[in-house]
């Protein structure tokens, strides 16, 4: 694989249909802190971190790098959506965080060592779920990194007891690739690969 050049970060917003997906902002550390300490966000997530030690840990500017989108609806930030890589090359086009509260991340290069995988991980407050705006939003992440980084796979974790988030692992197209136990919990690792251009 070729060394690849990191996409100029932040970008210019993201238009869907009903959401704006864009860099973070200052004006976003609330729902941040909402996000974060969730218990119906963070169920299938090691639980809700508490909300007194997220007021003093989370910058001012939380979760700004590169491929990590704020999702907005009308003008609100209503959750997040990251696409970011484990590894292309040299290059980390958007470094997955390390100390992310209660993922279950088995090495995402046993599915194909020679190369490097994306993740896709999103969080959405309760409120608005339901009404496919996980869907959406995911949808046009994928798309931008297809764009910005051809070829390369990306992969989702969760746990098959999350029945929304495999619902929409097969929306998007996402293929299982294993099963396996992990934290007394069935895990799923599913991978997308982008459509090939044409040629």
């Avoid at 609330?30 to 030690?53: C, K, M, N, Q």
């Avoid at 590169?66 to 907005?72: K, L, S």
């Avoid at 396996?180 to 044409?198: C, K, L, N, R």
Wanted: charge should be negative; include cysteine.
């Amino acid at each position: 694989m070729t060394e690849l050049d990191a996409p100029a970060w932040p970008l210019d917003p993201i238009r869907t249909e009903r959401l704006v997906l864009r860099a973070s902002e200052a004006r976003d550390r609330a729902a941040f802190i909402e996000l974060y300490s969730s218990p119906e966000v963070h169920t299938y997530l090691g639980g809700p971190r508490p909300r007194d030690e997220l007021d003093r840990s989370v910058p001012e500017i939380p979760g700004r790098r590169p491929g990590n989108f704020v999702i907005e609806l009308d003008g609100a930030m209503i959750g997040t959506v990251e696409v970011g890589t484990v590894e292309v090359g040299t290059v980390e086009v958007g470094p997955r965080e390390a100390e992310r509260h209660g993922r279950v991340l088995p090495d995402a290069r046993q599915v194909r060592p020679d190369a490097g995988e994306a993740e896709l991980s999103y969080l959405l407050l309760p409120k608005t779920w339901g009404r496919g705006y996980a869907a959406e939003a995911c949808a046009a992440a994928l798309d931008w990194f297809a764009d910005a980084v051809p070829g390369v796979p990306v992969v989702l974790y969760t746990q098959t007891a999350n029945t929304r988030s495999m619902r929409l692992a097969a929306k998007l197209g996402f293929t299982e690739v294993r099963r396996f136990e992990q934290w007394d919990a069935e895990q799923w690792m599913g991978v997308w690969e982008p459509a090939a251009p044409p040629t």
